[in-house]
């Protein structure tokens, strides 16, 4: 298959129905991840982390490399595609979620559009993404800082300093 490689990041935190619980949704996303035009390269284990923001339930995430013929924007759309499979539901930012799928890298490099940005604007910054994706893509590197995610998934882990009063300096 010629085309690209994308990094994918995959959470849950809502079950679809009584016996389909996130981490469930989260092996259900990995084979909808595997239909053509789309091929399943690589998958994480899936982790358990805390929400951020309103959202008090737990996520299931984890991380798959996707091989597509598709450019960024078709394959947001057949991410966003998947996502109403699995009744996603976008009504508040960082509410709970069925299934949510983040384009976070794409073996083409960056893309600024007003309805994707790639790398994902937040990837740095959050351990529930890179630890997943180290697992199956440490050397891949941010084009935007051209550090490897094992490198920032590192950064993420070391120690910060802090004032006297505990606070992050």
Do not use: C
């Amino acid at each position: 298959m010629s085309g690209h490689v994308y990094a994918i990041g995959i959470g849950s935190n809502r079950p679809l129905r009584a016996r389909l619980g996130p981490p469930a949704i989260v092996e259900a996303a990995f084979e909808a991840l595997d239909v053509a035009p789309l091929r399943l390269v690589a998958r994480s284990p899936v982790i358990a982390s805390r929400p951020i923001g309103p959202s008090a339930r737990t996520y299931a995430n984890a991380a798959a490399l996707v091989a597509a013929p598709l450019e960024p924007l078709a394959m947001l759309d057949m991410l966003q595609a998947i996502e109403r499979r699995f009744h996603r539901r976008r009504q508040r930012r960082w509410g709970a979620r069925t299934l949510d799928l983040d384009l976070l890298l794409w073996s083409g490099g960056a893309v600024r559009h007003k309805r994707l940005t790639i790398p994902h604007a937040a990837l740095a910054q959050r351990d529930f993404v890179l630890r997943p994706l180290r697992a199956i893509a440490p050397h891949w590197r941010d084009p935007r800082s051209g550090r490897s995610i094992a490198q920032l998934a590192a950064r993420l882990s070391r120690p910060k300093p802090v004032d006297r009063k505990g606070r992050a300096l």
